[in-house]
């Protein structure tokens, strides 16, 4: 994505705009689906543009990952956040199979806040990995 005639870094990590739409699908999908499967699912199943720029968010059974696929100018780009203690608390409330979102519901949603009741997540504080 470009802003101003100049690429920003950022976006291939956080693509964000006033002209994209965040859309949460309800229903978990199987994650072993990468860009290929996902984006069939996003066009054939959910019936939207998989190269819209749109941000089409996923979440697996467990609800412990969140996927994310985007398209950006020259190809899909899928970014994975996965949880490693409590779940994400996927917004089951809303009505319909897929869900419309703004940035600031979807920066909650990845930090942990219930969409319902606004109630985060603890913070964990690791060292190492091994």
């Known amino acids: 994505m470009e802003r101003?005639?100049?690429s920003d870094a950022s976006t291939a990590v956080s693509p964000t705009a006033?002209?994209?739409a965040i859309y949460l699908c309800r229903d978990p999908v199987d994650f072993r689906k990468g860009i290929n499967g996902?984006?069939?699912l996003v066009e054939?199943?959910?019936?939207?543009?998989?190269?819209?720029?749109?941000?089409?968010?996923?979440v697996n059974k467990r609800r412990t990952q969140v996927k994310v696929l985007y398209w950006q100018r020259t190809?899909?780009?899928?970014?994975?956040?996965?949880?490693?203690?409590?779940?994400?608390r996927w917004p089951f409330h809303l009505e319909g199979p897929v869900i419309e979102?703004?940035?600031e519901q979807l920066r909650w949603l990845l930090d942990g806040l219930d969409l319902k009741h606004l109630k985060p997540h603890r913070s964990l504080e690791y060292r190492t990995v091994l």
């Open 18 to 20: 006033d002209d994209i």
């Open 101 to 103: 979102l703004d940035e």
């Open 4 to 6: 101003n005639g100049a």
């Open 38 to 40: 996902l984006s069939v």
């Open 75 to 88: 190809g899909f780009c899928l970014w994975l956040k996965r949880l490693e203690e409590e779940r994400f």
């Open 44 to 58: 054939a199943t959910l019936r939207f543009d998989p190269f819209s720029r749109n941000l089409f968010c996923f």
